[in-house]
C-alpha cells in the first residue's frame, strides 16, 4: 500500500496528495459555497513532485482523496555521473541511482550524505546534509 485515503476538509496547503496518478504538494484551495442543488465543492490545485507540473482536483468537500505515504531516509553518495548520483542507503545499505534536482546540482558530492525520498517506488534528493 502506497497511498491512504483522507478526507478533502482535512487537507491544508503544504499537504502531499495523489494528482493524476503523480504524487503532489498542495498549492492553493478554494472552496466554493453550497448551491441550491449541490454540496460544498472544492478545487485544489496542486504541483508535481517529480515533474513540477500544475495539476488541479474538483471535488465535493465530504470526498476522499488519496494521500503518498513517503519515506524519508538518508544516504551517502556514492558517485555522480552527470544529472545521476548513485546513492546507498545508510540503514540497510542498499545501492540505486537518483537524479540530483537543479537546485541541488552543485551542492552534491560524492562522499556527501542527503536526505531523499521515497514515494510510489520513485526516488528525489530532497536535501544535502
Known sequence: ????????????????????????????????????????????????????????????????????????????VISISGTVAQLMDLEDYSTFDATIPEELAGKIEAGKEVGYWRIEGRTIIKEVK
Request: proline share 7%; glycine share 8%.
Open 1 to 76: 500500500m502506497v497511498t491512504k485515503p483522507m478526507p478533502i476538509k482535512d487537507l491544508k496547503t503544504g499537504h502531499y496528495v495523489m494528482a493524476e496518478g503523480e504524487p503532489c504538494t498542495i498549492v492553493d484551495i478554494a472552496v466554493s459555497k453550497t448551491g441550491k442543488h449541490g454540496s460544498t465543492k472544492a478545487r485544489i490545485e496542486t504541483m508535481g513532485i517529480f515533474d513540477g507540473r500544475r495539476r488541479y482536483i474538483l471535488k465535493p468537500t465530504s470526498d476522499n482523496v488519496e494521500v503518498p505515504i513517503i519515506e524519508k531516509k538518508k544516504a551517502q
